[in-house]
């Protein structure tokens, strides 16, 4: 009995350990399973970030590549433009030189004429003090005539009423009847040439007046020329210290155009040595481009390798879980047939005991394998996401390269369209020459109207229109004629040749078109036209700078014979020197301008002072005219056989007598006539203002530079 339940127990046992060994095996089927999941996730992770890296460098790669391209062409324009503002800033520098010799030679001289004319000006006002103060004592002087002609007028009243007091004395005294009447024949005589001398005191004394107010009106006319000489000096100052400014301006100019030329060579250098590092970041950047594209299409082929993988996964997944389901169906009918086998065997205690182990095996297999179904759905839930967000990515990076692409297509469009525009169409290319030309007269700093005109219309001998592209102005009325013509068909045909053979032929269409260019230029005779002043050669400007370079590496008698036919060739680099050229001869022309208005301002000074020492010396001559008829009045009234001593007897005559004749002594004038007249001399023999000014103003018109063919 006891064998038998041991027998039972031992077989129940196997059973048992049966089931866990089945049990444990799934298990750890389950772990490798979940462990090479795992490892499917973090590949894909990998390549997820793999490839928004890839993306990212590619956009980041684009924008380097496009801001390399954009640095590139800027660096090549400044490098144009360097090139052409080194070669203009030496020009520009020598003429500088120049220019600044010559005004400094200028401004000396023109300091040393006004320091003259400061001079004179000091001279003429001092002048002018010394008539202010004659004409001020001359003024008192006529006061004081005034006060006396008042006097003598009371004086006659006066004698009047003794005369009649006398005819009373000579009625009642006989005697001295005869006394009073030769007295009073004698005080009529005297009256009467008192008042001859009054009437001509009076009308000297008008005559005076009149002079006074002329006097006075010329005071002021000389006052106001005075004040405007000292403006005209105070000018002169100004314009002497703008020009010397202008000189210290112009030094400080030529030294920081050395600097600046120094800096632009340093500048030029730091440039190429740039543009070199551009070029080769450039080389690399297409290199890591191509690269990353590589790079890219090997993680698209990776990616499908994975999509494939995965879908083989997921179908080995499915059938792996089919199988553990079948697995778990196949043990618990086991674990069923089981329970029913050993019911029986293991009576009421096994029972328990077979339902506690069958709780606890249910659990702890709900426990191991809930984990990996919950990782199972986490895995299916992210291949998905992986899947929508590499379809989107691709999506977009289509979008963007297509764009790209369009951008591509579009530039490359409007490029062969510009290309063909100015192939085909002469008068395109026409337009487009002069607008090319009229970009370089402004970066001349000449301006239109003023410095040069367009399409100006003349005739030429035979009465038939002729109309030139731009005419060039140049100071005292010459010009300047500039033609643009544009060669671009043979040209072309030559850079896209595919063979030496074929550029060569195509060169040579291109020097045969410059050729005709030439011809039909040299044909309009411009430089005979009507009203025309230029010199024997027309500039004809050819926009496209490699075009008239190449065209003179081909035929280097290319500008010889376009100069034996009056026609000058010139490109953007060639023609902004001679632009510039004009440019300083329109400077130089505005200092002549200048240096001329202060020639004629010196002039109409030295005349101003002229007039007021003419105007001085008439004053002079009528004050001592005054004087000596004042003084022949005063010898008349109180000489030693004058009035007074006549007139003093009827002081003791008449008892009525309560005042004095007033003492009366001729004056003497402190006016230094003779030195006014030596002023005056001076003046007159003094040369023109011309012959003292400086010889650049002098020559003003004579000195103005022409261009020389």
């Not at 800096?263 to 730091?270: H, I, L, T, V």
């Not at 035979?462 to 500039?482: A, F, M, N, V, W």
């Amino acid at each position: 009995m006891q064998a038998s339940q041991w027998t039972t127990e031992i077989i129940v046992i196997c059973g048992v350990l049966a089931i866990a060994a089945a049990v444990i095996g799934y298990v750890v089927a389950a772990l490798r399973q979940g462990r090479q999941i795992s490892q499917l996730s973090m590949q894909l992770e990998q390549a997820e970030l793999a490839r928004a890296s890839t993306e990212a460098q590619q956009q980041s790669l684009q924008i380097q590549l496009k801001a390399a391209e954009a640095r590139s062409h800027e660096l090549q324009i400044e490098e144009g433009k360097l090139k052409a503002q080194l070669q203009a800033s030496a020009d520009t520098m020598a003429r500088l030189s120049a220019e600044l010799h010559e005004r400094k030679a200028a401004g000396s001289d023109l300091q040393v004429k006004l320091e003259e004319a400061n001079r004179q000006h000091h001279e003429s006002a001092r002048r002018l003090e010394a008539v202010q103060a004659g004409a001020q004592g001359l003024q008192e002087q006529v006061t004081e005539l005034r006060g006396r002609l008042d006097t003598s007028t009371t004086t006659n009243a006066a004698l009047q009423e003794e005369r009649d007091r006398l005819k009373d004395a000579l009625a009642s005294e006989e005697t001295r009847a005869k006394v009073a009447e030769t007295a009073e024949r004698e005080a009529r005589e005297q009256l009467n040439e008192i008042k001859q001398k009054l009437v001509e005191h009076a009308q000297a004394f008008d005559a005076l007046q009149a002079r006074y107010q002329s006097t006075s009106n010329e005071h002021a006319e000389l006052g106001t020329a005075l004040d405007k000489s000292e403006k005209q000096v105070a000018e002169l100052r100004e314009r002497l210290a703008q020009a010397q400014t202008t000189n210290e301006q112009l030094h400080t100019d030529r030294d920081r155009l050395k600097d600046g030329l120094a800096d632009e060579g340093k500048r030029a250098k730091a440039l190429e040595t740039a543009e070199r590092d551009v070029r080769s970041q450039l080389l690399e950047t297409k290199e890591a481009l191509s690269q990353q594209v590589r790079s890219f299409n090997e993680l698209q082929e990776r990616l499908s390798t994975l999509s494939s993988e995965h879908t083989e996964l997921k179908t080995t997944l499915q059938k792996r879980e089919e199988h553990f389901q079948e697995q778990m169906a196949q043990l618990a009918d086991t674990r069923k047939s089981l329970t029913q086998e050993f019911e029986n065997l293991a009576n009421k205690i096994f029972e328990e005991k077979g339902k506690t182990f069958t709780q606890t095996s249910q659990t702890s297999i709900d426990g191991m394998l809930k984990p990996f179904r919950e990782q199972i759905e986490g895995f299916q839930k992210r291949i998905n996401e992986v899947h929508d967000a590499s379809l989107q990515g691709n999506t977009s990076l289509n979008a963007e390269i297509r764009k790209v692409l369009e951008i591509g297509l579009q530039m490359s469009k409007e490029a062969n369209n510009l290309t063909s525009a100015l192939k085909g169409d002469s008068q395109q290319r026409g337009a487009w020459g002069e607008a090319q030309l009229r970009r370089t007269l402004e970066m001349s700093g000449l301006i239109e109207e003023a410095h040069y005109e367009v399409q100006s219309a003349f005739k030429d001998a035979e009465g038939r229109s002729r109309q030139t592209d731009y005419l060039i102005k140049l100071p005292d009325g010459k010009h300047i004629i500039i033609d643009s013509k544009v060669s671009l068909v043979a040209y072309d045909r030559a850079v896209s040749a595919e063979s030496p053979e074929e550029c060569q032929l195509a060169m040579t269409e291109h020097v045969k078109a410059v050729r005709k260019h030439i011809d039909d230029l040299a044909s309009k005779d411009y430089t005979n036209l009507v009203g025309m002043r230029s010199p024997s050669f027309v500039l004809m400007f050819m926009p496209v700078e490699p075009a008239y370079i190449e065209a003179m590496k081909h035929n280097k008698d290319l500008f010889e014979y376009g100069y034996k036919k009056g026609i000058v060739l010139v490109s953007h680099t060639t023609l902004i020197p001679i632009l510039r050229t004009v440019s300083n001869l329109w400077m130089i022309e505005r200092s002549n301008a200048e240096a001329r208005e202060i020639s004629e301002k010196a002039g109409e000074i030295y005349n101003q002072v002229c007039t007021v020492a003419e105007r001085l010396g008439k004053l002079g001559g009528t004050l001592n005219t005054v004087s000596n008829h004042y003084n022949d009045t005063v010898k008349a009234l109180a000489g030693k056989q004058g009035l007074y001593g006549k007139v003093e007897r009827f002081n003791k005559l008449s008892a009525k007598v309560s005042k004095t004749l007033p003492a009366l002594e001729p004056t003497h004038m402190d006016f230094e006539n003779e030195r006014l007249a030596l002023i005056v001399e001076a003046l007159d023999e003094a040369p023109e203002p011309a012959d003292d000014l400086p010889q650049l103003i002098q020559n003003s018109h004579e000195g103005e530079l022409l261009p020389q063919a």
